[in-house]
């Protein structure tokens, strides 16, 4: 059973060649296919031949799917190829097929259904409808899912690390923006920048300033928890990989989903030149950015390119530039349209923080305060980082203060 514009998992032919055994009457290979068949559904996560084509339409890249990235409308020609290509699908799902092998085989089959783990709501509403609509039904269905939830891996999952291309992290860290105490106000700035690039409102490039372990990365992290089924992705990119940043933005563009292109600890040394393709990015050149991804990055540095007194000009140097060149390298941080500063922790920031963790954990404990304090002067200092390891280490039973 060919499909024109579709595609489906590897148990549609195992489905064909059940369906071709049978006509035969070829009881020995249309036992193996439905063997295939059942395993193949069940490795997958779902013995449910309904959910199983739902996930496939939903997510696998296909011809139907990149023309409708293009932007373009579906041509009378690809939607009367679509129609027939659910026909066949439908065809396939409805058929008899345990019934029938088990009367050709004379003994009882294993269900194809019954199995299933759980789908996710888009699944079970396409699954419902394959159970029971008619080819127009679907398709309209089918294409307006892709108009608003995207398409490819981009909709099936949350988050990604940027490997040569969008790898998938299946079960990315749920974090809550709720765990980040005493930075409220660096929280809303950030999640009304996110909104606004949800809503398809203006939004600016992010950079997220401050010390060590004070909350900046977890911020960004628990976007996802926070916005993820409301259409945001995360991209998680490594330093080194800036240089593919044009061709990531060029990935999502097209998507009805909006992006947040996310690069941790961002800093460069003094005669780098990476930055310059990044601050070029920042401030537009001759190809336009898409409109649903913004850039938001963690530094530890101000300015992010790495100074020192030695780098300012000297007032006797012959190069009357020079102070364009200085001024050059601090630039790059006024790029970001929202710079969101968060501060360092002092003692007592840093007991607040470990007793609102305290509570939100069940920990209870003598002197906590104190047992605190110490554990930051053993350990790494004021911070939210050093809060979380230290009730962490009050759970697991393990030493909080030096011997």
């Known amino acids: ?13 195992s489905l064909d ?20 068949l059942f395993r193949t559904l069940v490795t997958r996560g779902s013995a449910d031949l ?22 373009s409308e579906l041509p009378d020609a690809l939607q009367q190829a679509l129609r027939l290509d659910l026909a066949r699908l439908l065809a396939g799902l409805r058929g008899p097929w345990q019934g ?59 988050a990604f690390r940027w ?24 929280l809303g700035k950030l999640f009304q920048n996110t909104e606004a690039l949800l809503s398809g409102l ?49 990935t999502v563009a097209g ?24 601050r070029s990015l920042l401030e537009g050149s001759v190809e336009s950015r898409p409109d649903n991804a913004r850039l938001y990055a963690t530094s530890n540095r101000r300015h992010l390119v790495r100074q020192s007194f030695s780098d300012r000009p000297d007032p006797l140097d012959d190069d009357v530039h020079a ?15 929202l710079t969101i500063t968060f501060p360092n922790a002092t003692q007592r920031t840093y007991l607040r923080i470990v007793e609102g963790l305290a509570v939100r954990e069940g920990v209870e404990v003598a002197d906590l305060s104190l047992r605190a304090v110490r554990y930051a002067a053993w350990g790494n200092g004021y911070s939210g980082r050093t809060a979380r390891q230290f009730i962490d280490s009050l759970r697991a039973g393990l030493p909080v203060a030096a011997p």
Not at 1 to 12: A, C, H, N, R, S
Not at 50 to 71: K, Y
Not at 170 to 183: F, H, T
């Open 1 to 13: 059973m060919i499909l024109y514009l579709l595609e489906v998992g590897p148990w549609w032919r």
């Open 17 to 36: 060649t059940v369906a071709t055994a049978l006509r035969r009457g070829e009881a020995e290979r249309a036992l193996q296919a439905y063997r295939d």
């Open 50 to 71: 309904f959910e199983a084509a739902a996930e496939d339409l939903l997510w696998c890249d296909s011809l139907l799917t990149r023309t409708l990235r293009s932007g």
């Open 100 to 158: 029938g092998v088990e009367a050709l085989v004379g003994h009882s089959l294993p269900p194809l259904a019954g199995l299933a783990n759980g789908a996710r709501p888009v699944v079970a509403e396409l699954a419902g409808r394959l159970r029971e609509g008619v080819e127009e039904e679907i398709a309209a269905l089918l294409l307006a899912t892709y108009r608003r939830s995207g398409t490819g891996s981009y909709a099936r999952y949350l």
């Open 163 to 186: 490997r040569d291309g969008a790898v998938p992290v299946a079960d990315p860290d749920s974090v809550e923006g709720g765990g980040l105490i005493d930075v409220e106000d660096q």
């Open 202 to 250: 203006p939004a600016h490039d992010v950079l997220l300033y401050g010390p060590r372990g004070s909350g900046k990365s977890t911020a960004v992290r628990s976007l996802l928890s926070r916005y993820g089924e409301q259409g945001l992705r995360l991209i998680e990119v490594e330093r080194d990989d800036l240089g593919e940043l044009q061709r990531i933005l060029q």
């Open 255 to 278: 998507q009805p989903l909006k992006f947040a292109i996310f690069v941790d600890d961002l800093s460069f040394d003094r005669g780098e030149v990476g930055y310059r393709g990044l």
């Open 323 to 337: 102070w364009d060149s200085h001024h050059e390298n601090l630039a790059l941080a006024d790029r970001f349209g």
